[in-house]
């Protein structure tokens, strides 16, 4: 349902007739407008449950959850500010910030992996809507990416990560953002330092930190590299996963992607061989 302009300019305060709104070209699985009038600041419009077609599978979606979620996240974890929102909708603050993706060196990289230190030490709030990534979740990506993926390419994944998904389920269960992919993490600059905004709480659940850690790391990096981004992590956690069950969670994050759907194709930039890292990751744990 459109959210009409008489709602939006009270949420902002405006009189009638003197809202602006225009599409934001900004990539995301969901619709998302500016919103403006009078010259003062723009607002992010996200059309909640409006995911593009075939962007995110059905059961994912569910407006509640990121509406909680603005509710029940401390402030601390740098979350964008809601100003109003509805049964579909959610007006929020503008981040003035790059994607993690686009950030330079690896400083930023750094203070991504301890900001999801500081989440995942988060207590677990009492909400309604957390997306739990227990074992049931884990199978059911892996179902879905032996249905999606070329005949037999999977064949000697598969008894792997049925043991992956039973190994995850079995470590401690954090506070997930649940998609803590670079395009989600954004990056201000401040005077101490890179700070991160998280944005995009569709997946906000519990479940392993390593499937956190694991997404923010996939991808290809060099394994110096990597190293420094996941030392990071340990270092302000005071521990964190061992280095099989990371290997363990990209797994599952490999498949997640291979399942995630038969028609939607990933922005230019977010591209993987996932079914590469899928074979990789089960042949290292294989081992």
Not at 221 to 241: H, I, L, N, Q, T
Request: a negative charge; charged letters at 25%; glycine letters at 8%.
């Amino acid at each position: 349902m459109r959210v009409s302009d008489g709602e939006l300019s009270a949420a902002l305060g405006l009189p009638p007739g003197r809202l602006v709104r225009r599409r934001w070209a900004r990539a995301s699985s969901a619709p998302i407008e500016l919103v403006s009038g009078d010259g003062r600041e723009a607002w992010v419009l996200k059309h909640l449950g409006g995911s593009r077609q075939g962007s995110r599978p059905s059961f994912l979606v569910d407006p509640a959850r990121e509406r909680e979620a603005y509710d029940v996240l401390p402030a601390e974890l740098g979350a964008p500010r809601c100003r109003a929102a509805g049964p579909t909708w959610l007006l929020l603050e503008r981040v003035d910030g790059v994607p993690l993706s686009e950030a330079d060196g690896l400083e930023a990289w750094e203070a991504a992996a301890r900001w999801l230190a500081q989440l995942h030490g988060t207590r677990i709030p009492r909400a309604s809507h957390l997306l739990v990534h227990d074992e049931a979740h884990a199978l059911r990506w892996l179902r879905r990416a032996l249905a999606f993926a070329p005949a037999g390419a999977l064949s000697a994944v598969e008894p792997v990560a049925r043991a992956a998904a039973a190994r995850l389920a079995a470590l401690p269960a954090v506070l997930l953002h649940g998609e803590a992919y670079p395009s989600n993490l954004l990056v201000e600059i401040a005077a101490d330092g890179p700070r991160i905004r998280p944005v995009d709480w569709e997946t906000l659940g519990t479940g392993p930190a390593a499937l956190d850690l694991a997404a923010l790391t996939s991808g290809e990096w060099e394994p110096d590299e990597r190293a420094r981004v996941v030392s990071a992590y340990r270092e302000a956690a005071g521990g964190g996963p061992a280095d099989d069950e990371l290997e363990t969670a990209r797994l599952m994050v490999a498949l997640q992607w291979i399942g995630w759907s038969a028609s939607w194709t990933p922005p230019d930039g977010q591209r993987q061989d996932w079914l590469g890292a899928a074979v990789c990751a089960a042949e290292a744990l294989a081992r």
